[in-house]
C-alpha cells in the first residue's frame, strides 16, 4: 500500500510503527457552530481512510480531538451571552448527531482542549526549560527559527515566512515577541470574565496549536503512524504541531502526512469557509438531502482532490446509489426464487477479478474513483446474471456480500440502501403493476401499454422475467 505523504511530497510504501496496528490522529472541529461541508469533508475523508484499514484488517485507534477553547468561542459566546462550556457542549452534540447520520464511526477517543489543561501546562513548561519558548507578561511564545526544520511541512522558506509575519503583525505583539513567526503557546487572560485557568505564568488558556500536540502524543505516543486534517491546517497548524512536539520528545512525531483536499461552491469553485460566509451546513443539508446521498458524494472522490458542492453533483451521487440498489434488488429477487441454480464461471470471473482491481485501486493512495469503476464495470455482468432462466445463487451471494464490504468503506450500509425509498408510493406502483399483469393475462395490449407509459413517467422502469414482473426506480 501506498500513501501521500505531504512531508516527503511523494507516494511512499506504507508501514506502520507496530504490524497489523495503526494510530492516528486527525484533527477535529472547533465547537462554535455546527459543521460546514468543509469541516465534513475531512470527517469522511479520514473515515473512509479508518475503514479501508479495518477492511484490510489493521486494528486502528483513531484520535480526533475537540477544540473546546479559543478566541472564536469566546466571541461567540459573549454574542451569545452565553459561557465557552455551554457553547462547546451544544455544538459537540451537534457534531456527533450529524456525523452519526452520515455514518461516520465513532473516534477511538475524542479528548477535549480543556480536558487536558494539567499536560499542556506541562507540556509548555519542558519547551521553556528546554529554550524553546519564552514568557512575555503571562504570554508564552515558541521560538520558531530555534527548530531548525521549521517550514518543511508546507514547503516554506522560513525568511518570507518571517516576512510575511512582519507585515500582519501590530506593533504590540512585535515588541512582545523576539520574532515575527513565534507564535503563541499559552494566552494571558485578558478580560476578568474571559475564560481562564491558573498556570505558573498567570491566569490564561492554551494557544491551538499547543492542544493537538498534547492530545495527539498523550493518546498516541511521542511518535504515531498518521496525522490527517484539511489542506489548510498545513500552516501554520501543523507546522507548528511538529515543532513543538518534536522539540519536547526529541523524537520524530509523525511518520505520514495526510492532507484532503478543498470543497468549493459555484461556477468560480470558491473555497468553502466560514470566514467567507459561503458556506453550507451539513445540519441543514440533511433536512432535505439523504445523508447516504450526502455521504457517498463526498466519499466518492479521492481525499486529495478538491470536491465542487452543487445540486448537480448530489444528483449524480443519488443516481449511482440508484444502480447499486437495483442491483441488490435483482439479486434479492433471484436469491428468493425457487429456480434450479446453475453456476456461472464469467460471473465468478468477473467477480474476482473486481475484487483484486479494487484493492490495487485503493491500495494506490485511496484511489476512491479508480475503485468505485472496478465495481460499476462488475454491474452489467451480474445483472444480466440475475436475468438468466438458471442463476449461480453462490456467486450472486457472495458478490452481494463482496459489494457490502466495498460500499460500508464508503460508509453506505447496503440493507438501508436496498430499503431506501424515494417516494410512498410503492403500493400506487405495485398495484399498476398488477393490473398490468393482469392486462397481460387477458391479452389487452392496449392497457398494458398504457399502463407501462404511465408507470414510465412515474421514473419507473417494468422488467418482464421468467420469474415475473419487476419494477425499478430509474
Known amino acids: 500500500m501506498k500513501v501521500f505523504n505531504t512531508l516527503t511530497r511523494q507516494k511512499e510504501e506504507f508501514k506502520p510503527l507496530v504490524p497489523g496496528q495503526i494510530s492516528m490522529y486527525v484533527c477535529g472541529p472547533t465547537v462554535y457552530n455546527y459543521i460546514h461541508i468543509g469541516n465534513a469533508r475531512s470527517v469522511i475523508a479520514f473515515d473512509t481512510i479508518r475503514r479501508y484499514f479495518e477492511y484490510k484488517g489493521y486494528k486502528v485507534k483513531y484520535v480526533s480531538n475537540f477544540t473546546d477553547v479559543d478566541d472564536k468561542m469566546i466571541n461567540e459566546a459573549r454574542s451569545e451571552n452565553t459561557t465557552v462550556p455551554e457553547l ?4 459537540i452534540k451537534a457534531f456527533l448527531e450529524d456525523t ?7 473516534a477511538t477517543l475524542h479528548p477535549r482542549a480543556t480536558h487536558e489543561i494539567e499536560d499542556i501546562i506541562s507540556f509548555v513548561q519542558t519547551l521553556i526549560d528546554k529554550g524553546y519558548a519564552y514568557e512575555v507578561d503571562g504570554d508564552v511564545y515558541y521560538r520558531a527559527k530555534k527548530f ?3 517550514g518543511e511541512l508546507s514547503d516554506q522558506n522560513i525568511d518570507q515566512l518571517e516576512e510575511g509575519a512582519s507585515e500582519h503583525i501590530n506593533d504590540e505583539e512585535q515588541n512582545r515577541k523576539e520574532d515575527p513567526i513565534d507564535f503563541a503557546l499559552w494566552k494571558a487572560q485578558k478580560e476578568a470574565d474571559e475564560i481562564a485557568w491558573d498556570s505558573p505564568w498567570g491566569k490564561g488558556r492554551p494557544g491551538w496549536h499547543i492542544e493537538c500536540s498534547v492530545m495527539s502524543t498523550k493518546y498516541l505516543g511521542d511518535t504515531f503512524d498518521i496525522h490527517g486534517g484539511g489542506q489548510d491546517l498545513e500552516f501554520p497548524h501543523h507546522e507548528n504541531e511538529i515543532a513543538q512536539s518534536e522539540a519536547k520528545t526529541g523524537k520524530k512525531f509523525v511518520n505520514y502526512w495526510l492532507h484532503n483536499g478543498f470543497v468549493t461552491v459555484g461556477k468560480d469553485q470558491e473555497k468553502m469557509s466560514k470566514s467567507l460566509h459561503n458556506f453550507v451546513t451539513v445540519h441543514d443539508i440533511l433536512k432535505k438531502v439523504d445523508p447516504q446521498v450526502l455521504r457517498f458524494f463526498i466519499a466518492s472522490v479521492q481525499y486529495r482532490r478538491q470536491i465542487n458542492y452543487s445540486e448537480e453533483n448530489l444528483e449524480q451521487a443519488k443516481n449511482i446509489l440508484d444502480r447499486f440498489k437495483n442491483t441488490l434488488t435483482n439479486i434479492n429477487f433471484r436469491l428468493q426464487d425457487d429456480t434450479e441454480a446453475k453456476q456461472s464461471d464469467e460471473l465468478r470471473k468477473a467477480v474476482a477479478q473486481t475484487k483484486e482491481n479494487f484493492d490495487l485501486a485503493m491500495d494506490d493512495d485511496f484511489n476512491v474513483q479508480n475503485a468505485l469503476t472496478a ?5 452489467p455482468v451480474v445483472n444480466a446474471n440475475t436475468n438468466l432462466a438458471n442463476v449461480d445463487k453462490e456467486a450472486l451471494e457472495n458478490f452481494k456480500q463482496d459489494l457490502s464490504e466495498w460500499l460500508s468503506i464508503f460508509g453506505i450500509d447496503c440493507e438501508k440502501l436496498a430499503a431506501r425509498q424515494e417516494a410512498t408510493n410503492d403500493d400506487e406502483i405495485d398495484n399498476l403493476v398488477k393490473e398490468r399483469d393482469e392486462a397481460r393475462k387477458n391479452k389487452d395490449w392496449a392497457r398494458s401499454d398504457e399502463i407501462r407509459d404511465q ?6 422502469t417494468i422488467q418482464d422475467t421468467p420469474q415475473g414482473t419487476r419494477w425499478s426506480r430509474d
Do not use: S, T
Not at 452519526?100 to 465513532?106: F, G, R
Not at 465495481?375 to 454491474?379: C, F, G, K, N, P
Not at 408507470?455 to 419507473?460: P, Q, R, T, V
Open 455 to 460: 408507470l414510465k413517467e412515474m421514473g419507473i
Open 375 to 379: 465495481i460499476y464495470d462488475v454491474l
Open 88 to 91: 462547546a457542549e451544544r455544538y
Open 148 to 150: 531548525a526544520h521549521y
Open 100 to 106: 452519526d447520520a452520515l455514518n461516520v464511526e465513532p
